[in-house]
């Protein structure tokens, strides 16, 4: 612990001391309180969304369509990624599709899903899912393909069948890629789900921003802001966590045959 | 016995074919509701059209704009802190907290923020255009700064290199190519940031036009802008490559990056 404080004191003392000018330039009305209240009055209107439950309720919304998304385009590119790295032809029929969609910023076909999906759940599902879709896809492929080619020839002179080999030498081998691609895909998510939900929606933590804006409870706004902050740096830890935890897996039955 | 084989190359092409057609016949017969999904020739023809009156060449040029001049920023601030932070210890024990924090923020949280800040006008696109763009060139120079061999610094030291020197011939080209992974994501990172901005808030621009077409419901125009968002993304990261397998090659990094 008191390591912890030597290596990162400097760190922590800068924030601390950002924080603090922005409380005394805001108090002494050297940049305008009414757009950048105080960091107390912040701190306190975030206090206050906490306790009441309004943040937790809108962030539970959001998370709804952000885990919704993700885990589709999961359960749809993952086993077309491996269908594209083993079998050329599905490559080759895939590939140009995916390549002339790809460059296409994911917020451009809310407009798209608003015609067809309103501006319910699903618009904001199948907009995060697409997003998701292509680091998820690329990754998995890539995955498959760096596969070992020892690890498959080993099963197969054990008499594995194609699918055994599939289940349980691929998709395990190529985990490790994969992870990768839903590390990035996550943060995108979040992203995309915050834009949907300012385009078009009736709650949710980026709608909330944007109400608080409007109806100019800047203090409140910022404490929306303050919650996607610290969402998002909740949601890089844990990935890391998960990565680390399976790197070492990984490397462990993995790196230790080739 | 021989098993035939055949030519796969092509599935690809005729995929995309079919869908064509199928986008063309589809909402003629009704299939699909035609005045959500029209035809792919309504589509090409509103973006002709759109193309030759040069409303959409005037909003892709304002998009464009932005897209650059935020990511122009975004380079400048990302490569000298990059460089700063990887070779003077005690920066980057002040501000790794701080980046910490900051980082993992989705930049379009902050579109309010800008929005009090810069109104409609192009900084506010601009501002959050440079804080989502700055990151990715900022982390990418700093690992490539951190990864250089200590003997060519050593080198270079005992041949007299100056801090200066150093920093120009030896730290910031062993770099590259770290840095240009980063612009190449920041690339793609800053034209998607500007049709969020423009969807959001502006009065000009590709986001802003499909979000018009789309409350107009002008449906064959909205389609036409989306096509050309999705051609400025494609063509910009064509010509980075293309700049960067001409400018690069000296680099062994670079083919080793990019294959």
């Known amino acids: 612990m008191r390591e912890f404080f030597l290596t990162k004191s400097k760190g922590i003392f800068f924030l601390l001391l950002l924080v603090f000018s922005w409380e005394l330039v805001s108090r002494n009305k050297l940049i305008s309180p009414l757009y950048f209240p105080p960091m107390s009055k912040n701190l306190v209107a975030f206090w206050h969304l906490i306790m009441d439950g309004t943040l937790p309720l809108e962030l539970i919304r959001s998370f709804g369509r952000i885990f919704g998304g993700f885990f589709l385009a999961i359960g749809v590119m993952v086993p077309l990624g491996i269908a594209m790295g083993l079998f050329k032809p599905i490559y080759n029929l895939f590939e140009p599709l995916t390549e002339l969609i790809r460059p296409l910023p994911p917020p451009a076909i809310i407009p798209v899903m608003m015609l067809f999906l309103g501006i319910g759940e699903a618009m904001k599902i199948i907009v995060i899912a697409f997003a998701c879709s292509f680091p998820i896809l690329i990754n998995t492929m890539d995955g498959v393909r760096s596969v070992e080619p020892t690890l498959v020839d080993t099963a197969k002179t054990f008499g594995r069948n194609r699918y055994e080999i599939i289940l349980q030498v691929i998709f395990p081998a190529s985990l490790h890629q994969i992870f990768t691609g839903l590390r990035v895909a996550l943060p995108i998510a979040l992203i995309v789900d915050i834009v949907s939900e300012m385009v078009g929606a009736l709650n949710g933590i980026g709608r909330f921003i944007l109400v608080m804006q409007r109806s100019f409870n800047i203090p409140e706004m910022y404490a929306g802001v303050f919650l996607v902050a610290i969402v998002g740096y909740g949601l890089n830890s844990l990935l890391r966590y998960l990565n680390t935890a399976l790197i070492g897996w990984h490397k462990a039955k993995f790196e230790a045959v080739t | ?259």
Not at chain 2, 220 to 229: D, E, F, K, L, W
């Open chain 2, 1 to 259: 016995m021989k098993r035939l084989v055949y030519d796969t190359r092509l599935l690809g092409g005729f995929l995309l074919l079919a869908l064509i057609i199928l986008w063309e016949i589809l909402p003629r017969y009704g299939i699909l509701y035609a005045r959500y999904f029209p035809p792919f020739s309504t589509v090409v023809g509103a973006f002709w059209e759109g193309v030759r009156s040069g409303e959409i060449l005037k909003h892709t040029a304002i998009s464009i704009s932005r897209a650059f001049r935020g990511y122009l920023l975004a380079i400048l601030i990302g490569v000298t802190l990059g460089t700063l932070t990887g070779t003077i210890r005690w920066l980057s024990d002040l501000l790794e907290i701080t980046v910490e924090c900051l980082r993992p923020m989705p930049s379009v949280a902050l579109v309010p923020i800008a929005i009090l800040l810069f109104g409609t006008s192009d900084n506010y696109n601009i501002s959050i255009i440079t804080f989502g763009c700055t990151w990715p060139i900022f982390v990418n120079t700093y690992e490539g700064t951190k990864s250089i061999d200590t003997q060519w610094i050593d080198t270079a030291r005992v041949y007299g290199a100056t801090r200066f020197d150093l920093l120009r011939k030896v730290i910031v080209p062993a770099a590259l190519p770290y840095i240009v992974s980063g612009l190449r994501i920041s690339l793609g990172t800053s034209i998607i940031i500007v049709t969020v901005t423009e969807m959001l808030a502006s009065f000009k621009g590709l986001g802003y036009f499909i979000m018009e077409t789309y409350n107009a419901y002008q449906i064959p125009q909205m389609y036409a802008g989306i096509v050309t968002i999705g051609v400025v993304g494609y063509g910009l990261n064509w010509l980075f490559l293309t700049a960067g397998d001409r400018f690069m090659a000296w680099h062994k990094g670079w083919t080793a990056k990019f294959v």
